[in-house]
């Protein structure tokens, strides 16, 4: 039933409401509209406050991360003073300061596929906000699965993309999805996450803003929303594209035979759940057990193979070897003593150790398991995170 706006309401949204394609009606959708937000990070806080600011009736976050001080570059929803809380809670008490006009619901837990139909079916527009694979894919296939609109950006050091997917057209079909766009994921390390590679800290900013445009553009029905078409954009050269997004007849879910009719294990399907032999042929080290042989007469050598802007955020003594740079300090890698290969979160050291056993013949190498971020972990918590 409509719930009429009150005059604070009416003050509040007045320049959507002189514009003419928008007015009252299109404000109106907006207050009855219930969008969910999967990830309140750097694409999720300015999308939140925007909406929020706009006027969305009802907001939804999922997030079951805690606030840390390496967030603050970019995740602009937060505060010092809020380090150590949680995400989702904290995002709520924020926008609901910027507009105590709009109900906002908490999900706090991780997106899984035993809970994302649930938690989608439950509102109209999905935005994500996610900056992995195996969620991407998760959240794609729910909205499929459950007719709903998917809002989608990523971004990735200086480079952006946005886009509408599984949107509701007027003739009652839906516009492609992701899988239309990239049918599997790439293989595992191929492409780095943003915390192996970065991102300059207003990227998600303008994604995560226009992300908030396209949810409006949806929900009221003014505009051309990106639907059948995928933005791009490099603010390194501040250069654009818009391609064009066709259905893919091989989509398991939309395409001319389609295989899949439910939500999978998506870490499985994303290549890191359990892998083949040979993707799990490295040995590895536990922090805490690195930490008792470094005490011993003879420990091993350390080598961290990041690259040295990281190495000056944070490290553990070791011998700083660039992944790029391994072939020509071999010399520096001794075969005849124990060697420890860490980076940040384990994955580049383990390809390092593959090349070095594969193509150099070496037998004496172990990966720290989870990289430095383990070791912040398990050893030495008042090591600076990044």
Not at 9 to 25: A, C, D, G, K, Q
Not at 150 to 166: D, L, M, T
């Amino acid at each position: 039933m409509y719930n009429p706006f009150t005059k604070a309401e009416l003050e509040r949204y007045s320049r959507h409401l002189i514009i003419p394609e928008f007015n009252l009606e299109g404000q109106r959708k907006l207050k009855e509209a219930h969008v969910l937000v999967i990830g309140s990070g750097g694409l999720g806080s300015p999308m939140l406050m925007y909406l929020a600011a706009a006027g969305v009736g009802h907001i939804g976050i999922v997030d079951f991360d805690v606030i840390e001080d390496h967030n603050l570059q970019r995740q602009v929803l937060f505060g010092v003073d809020q380090v150590g809380a949680s995400k989702a809670h904290s995002a709520k008490e924020r926008i609901l300061q910027l507009n105590p006009h709009i109900e906002v619901t908490v999900h706090n837990t991780r997106i899984t596929s035993s809970n994302a139909l649930e938690l989608v079916e439950q509102y109209d527009v999905v935005a994500d906000g996610t900056d992995n694979f195996p969620t991407r894919y998760l959240v794609n296939d729910a909205c499929v699965l459950a007719g709903k609109t998917n809002v989608y950006a990523s971004i990735y050091r200086f480079e952006g993309q946005c886009s509408v997917f599984n949107h509701l057209r007027p003739d009652g079909s839906r516009g492609p999805n992701y899988r239309d766009l990239f049918p599997s994921p790439p293989p595992p390390g191929l492409v780095p996450s943003c915390s192996e590679g970065g991102v300059i800290g207003v990227l998600p900013g303008i994604l995560g803003s226009l992300q908030a445009l396209e949810v409006i553009k949806v929900i009221s029905g003014v505009g051309d929303v990106l639907d059948g078409r995928l933005f791009l954009f490099d603010a390194a050269t501040f250069g654009t594209r818009t391609l064009k997004v066709r259905p893919n007849p091989k989509n398991p879910l939309t395409g001319e035979d389609p295989t899949q009719t439910e939500l999978i294990d998506y870490e499985m399907f994303c290549g890191l759940g359990d892998q083949p032999k040979q993707e799990r042929s490295v040995r590895e080290i536990e922090p805490t057990a690195l930490a008792d042989r470094l005490r011993t007469e003879h420990p091993p050598l350390v080598i961290d193979v990041r690259e040295p802007y990281e190495y000056a955020i944070a490290h553990m003594d070791g011998v700083l070897i660039p992944v790029d740079s391994v072939p020509e300090r071999l010399g520096d890698i001794p075969r005849d003593h124990p060697v420890v290969v860490h980076c940040r979160s384990g994955i580049r050291s383990a390809r390092v150790i593959r090349l070095l056993e594969d193509e150099y013949g070496y037998e004496n190498l172990l990966n720290l398991r989870g990289g430095i971020l383990a070791w912040q972990e398990d050893v030495d918590p008042g090591l600076a995170r990044y």
